[in-house]
C-alpha cells in the first residue's frame, strides 16, 4: 500500500470514457488527452497484443475487418459491457501508459463513466480491468451523469434535466435533478445499429456485401433520419452478393434515412418513455429547458429534429458532443472530494 501511494505522487489522475466505439481520457487542467477507437489487434486463439502490445486504438481500427487468418482485430466493448475482459484490460494499460509515456510507477486514481444500466457483475469486471491495468483506485460514475455535467447542464441544482447519450453500443436517457439520476433508461440501440442497418440495406437493395467501416463511413457522409435541403450521394465499393466479384453502387441519403428508420424510432420511443415516467413538477422543467443530445451518434443529420417533433420538447446538440461525458469526468476529477459520495467505489459492491 506504501508503494501504490508512492508511486501515486508521480501519477496523473484520470477520468475515462470507456465507449463501445472509442476510448476517450482525460485528466484535470488538460481535457481530453486521448481519443482512439477501443480496438486491439491480437494474435487469434490468444490475447498477445500485437506490436509489442501496441496494437490498440487507431493502429488496430485500421485492421477490422483486413487481417489474416493468424490476427484478429477485437473490439472488446459490446453495447457498453466489457465482452472480453483480457482484451479490455490490455487495452485500458496501453491507453494508460500512452498518457503518462511510461511503463513503469504508474498508478493513477481513475474515474470511469459507464452506462446506468449495467449490473453489479458488469460493474465488478470494469473494476478489476482498471486495476489490473494499473489504477491504484476506480470509481464509477454513470454516463447520463457524466455528460449532463460535462454538457454544463445544472444537474447539481433543483431543475430537471434531460440527457440523451447517444454513443456506439448504448443510448443512455436520464432525467437529472440535485446530482442524481431521477428517471432512467439504457437502451442497448445506438451507432452500432445505425451502421448494421446500413449494412443490411445494402445488401438487401443492391446485392452488395460491405463492413462495418464503410457503412460507418455511409452514416457519417450521407446519414440522415430527416429531410435534407439538398440530398447526397456516395459511391459504395463491396463484394457482389450473387457474383462475388468487386462491384461498386451509388447509394443516396433518402434510401440511407429509409434504413435508419428502426433504430432511430426506437430511441425516440425510449425518450417517450423515460418522459412519461418524470414527475410533473420535473417534466414542467423540461418544457421551458428541453433536453440535450450528446454521444458520437447524436450528430446525425436530423436527429434532434426528429426526438423534438416526437416529444413536443427543444432538443439541442451539445457543444462537442463526442467529448462531453470526457469533460464531465475530468470534472468529477477536479473536485473529487467534494463529488465522492456520488461516486462509487469497489468497497460498494462488497
Known amino acids: 500500500m ?20 472509442n476510448t476517450l481520457v482525460t485528466i484535470s487542467g488538460s481535457g481530453i488527452v486521448l481519443n482512439e477507437p477501443s480496438v486491439v489487434a491480437v494474435r487469434r486463439g490468444t490475447n498477445q497484443v500485437l506490436l509489442g502490445g501496441n496494437a490498440v486504438g487507431a493502429v488496430a481500427k485500421e485492421m477490422l475487418a483486413k487481417t489474416p487468418p493468424g490476427i484478429q482485430a477485437i473490439r472488446p466493448m459490446k453495447s457498453g459491457r466489457i465482452a472480453d475482459f483480457d482484451v479490455t484490460e490490455a487495452m485500458l494499460s496501453y491507453f494508460i501508459r500512452k498518457v503518462h509515456d511510461r511503463r513503469w510507477g504508474v498508478r493513477p486514481r481513475v474515474v470511469v463513466a459507464v452506462p446506468s444500466g449495467i449490473t453489479a457483475v458488469e460493474k465488478r469486471a470494469v473494476y478489476n480491468s482498471a486495476e489490473r491495468a494499473g489504477a491504484r483506485k476506480v470509481y464509477l460514475i454513470s454516463e447520463p451523469r457524466a ?3 460535462g454538457a454544463g447542464l445544472p444537474v447539481d441544482q433543483p431543475i430537471g434535466s434531460m440527457v440523451v447519450d447517444i454513443g456506439g453500443g448504448t443510448t443512455e436517457i436520464a432525467v437529472l ?8 433508461e439504457s437502451l442497448r440501440v445506438a451507432g452500432d445499429d445505425f451502421d ?13 456485401f460491405i463492413g462495418e467501416q464503410t457503412a460507418e463511413r455511409i452514416k457519417i457522409e450521407i446519414g440522415s433520419c430527416a429531410p435534407l435541403e439538398e440530398e447526397l450521394e456516395m459511391d459504395v465499393r463491396g463484394r457482389d452478393s450473387v457474383q462475388g466479384l468487386p462491384r461498386e453502387v451509388v447509394v443516396t441519403s433518402e434510401e440511407i434515412r429509409e434504413a435508419l428508420l428502426k433504430p432511430v424510432r426506437e430511441i425516440c ?4 418513455n423515460v418522459l412519461e415516467r418524470t414527475s410533473p413538477e420535473l417534466a414542467g422543467d423540461l418544457v421551458e429547458n428541453g433536453l440535450v443530445l450528446c454521444g458520437g451518434s447524436s450528430q446525425l443529420r436530423g436527429l434532434d429534429r426528429v426526438i423534438s ?6 432538443v439541442r446538440l451539445a457543444e462537442e458532443p463526442l467529448t462531453c461525458v470526457a469533460r464531465g469526468t475530468a470534472i468529477f476529477l477536479e473536485n473529487l472530494d467534494r463529488y465522492a459520495q456520488f461516486l462509487e467505489s469497489e468497497d460498494d459492491l462488497s
Open 269 to 272: 420511443q425510449a425518450v417517450r
Open 2 to 21: 506504501l508503494l501504490d501511494w508512492f508511486m501515486g505522487l508521480f501519477s496523473t489522475d484520470m477520468g475515462i470514457d470507456l465507449g463501445t466505439a
Open 177 to 184: 435533478s440535485l446530482a442524481e439520476i431521477v428517471v432512467s
Open 196 to 208: 448494421e442497418a446500413i449494412i443490411d440495406h445494402v445488401k438487401r437493395e443492391h446485392n452488395l
Open 309 to 314: 417533433q416526437e416529444t413536443g420538447l427543444p
Open 147 to 149: 455528460a449532463g455535467i
